[in-house]
């Protein structure tokens, strides 16, 4: 048995609607605004997904330095452990973000536990393989202390047919709007726990892939894991979970799993409108800057990563640019010279942050806070 979907009150519907005019406006914005201005974005979304996901499982990596990552950029200040979970978590990710449009697209155990060898293949091992249901028992223990469980799994021996029950839902149609499948998914799989590990990861993951594929926005654009990774959503994250409860029940009411959802789908919606704000806002003033100092517009790139990241590498700016080794570094070296930016770093591992003479506004503009609206509280 499986979690039934609640019915919505008339907040819940008010603020689904609020949801998908949001969508639709962040769709038509992004349409609206120049591919190179987007582009840079969507990496930044996606690497904060990963790395605000990772760090619900306890990887720390700043979303700057997964954006490297993510880039092949060797030489970053991580541990090895950290770098492969999230390498390993960006192949899975970016092929979620590949299946937004397949026609045929169906779910299946087969295609759920692929998905959960590209997240877990590199810890496999007979104790806990990855792409396998789990051979035996799984707990949640309380952060606060790993002697006691939160939460128990169901046994291993009813995984399969849950599985199978939960595959059967995906690919049915219940009527229920897309966004509240994608939350009922993401609590079906997460109380499941088929997994011996990951299933945190997979059942953010599936939440994300049902986002992508109800077609509004893109992949990058729709996930909610950034915003679940933030420290305090995150507590209210485990808060909603324990609230269903020690062991798997699904003869419940979740409509406070739904509303935890919605606020979240409203709340990122709302963040990822003020980025591209802030972003666009940014590319203008540094435009405005480059031209006043008589400098080439394709540095304007260079200068908006260090603006809305804190820093550019040369490899970046090189492939976002198209150029050579050799011009990616006079650009870089006469922006050095020109107090534009400061080199930190030697060799390969290089990056260049603000200089004196970086241009305050921009600055400015990158820097400005945005306030969040909960939408259940007007």
């Not at 999230?86 to 299946?108: E, P, S, W």
């Not at 849950?162 to 966004?179: F, Q, R």
């Amino acid at each position: 048995m499986l979690y039934p979907t609640p019915d919505l009150n008339a907040d819940d519907r008010r603020v689904l609607g609020e949801i998908d005019d949001l969508r639709r406006s962040l769709r038509l914005q992004v349409q609206s605004t120049p591919r190179k201005w987007t582009e840079g974005l969507r990496k930044f979304l996606t690497a904060d997904a990963v790395a605000a996901s990772n760090s619900i499982e306890g990887f720390k990596v700043s979303t700057v330095d997964v954006e490297d990552l993510l880039e092949g950029e060797r030489d970053v200040d991580v541990s090895e452990e950290d770098r492969e979970e999230t390498l390993a978590y960006q192949r899975m990710m970016t092929y979620i973000q590949t299946l937004n449009d397949v026609v045929d697209f169906r779910y299946g155990k087969e295609f759920l536990n692929a998905l959960h060898w590209m997240l877990q293949g590199h810890r496999h091992n007979p104790r806990k393989p990855a792409g396998q249901w789990r051979p035996g028992a799984v707990y949640v223990t309380d952060a606060r202390d790993p002697s006691i469980a939160v939460y128990t799994a169901p046994h291993e021996a009813h995984v399969p047919a849950l599985m199978g029950e939960l595959v059967e839902w995906l690919n049915a149609d219940d009527g229920s709007h897309p966004l509240i499948r994608a939350a009922m998914a993401h609590l079906h799989l997460v109380s499941i726990h088929p997994w011996s590990d990951g299933n945190g990861r997979m059942s953010r993951s599936l939440q994300t892939l049902m986002i992508a594929r109800e077609g509004e926005l893109a992949p990058e654009f729709s996930s909610i894991e950034a915003w679940l990774g933030r420290p305090g959503n995150t507590w209210e994250y485990y808060r909603e979970l324990q609230h269903r409860g020690a062991t798997y029940d699904p003869d419940q009411d979740v409509s406070d799993w739904v509303r935890f959802n919605l606020t979240a789908y409203h709340q990122q919606a709302q963040t990822v409108r003020g980025r591209l704000d802030r972003s666009s806002r940014v590319w203008v003033l540094l435009g405005e800057f480059a031209e006043a100092r008589g400098l080439e517009q394709r540095v304007v790139s260079a200068l908006h990563d260090v603006a809305m990241s804190g820093r550019v590498r040369r490899t970046r700016y090189e492939r976002a640019e198209d150029l050579s080794l050799q011009r990616a570094q006079r650009d870089l070296r006469d922006l050095v010279t020109a107090d534009v930016l400061t080199p930190v770093g030697r060799t390969r591992a290089r990056f260049y942050t603000v200089g004196a003479a970086f241009p305050q506004l921009a600055l400015e503009a990158a820097r400005t806070p945005l306030t969040l609206i909960d939408p259940y509280k007007r």
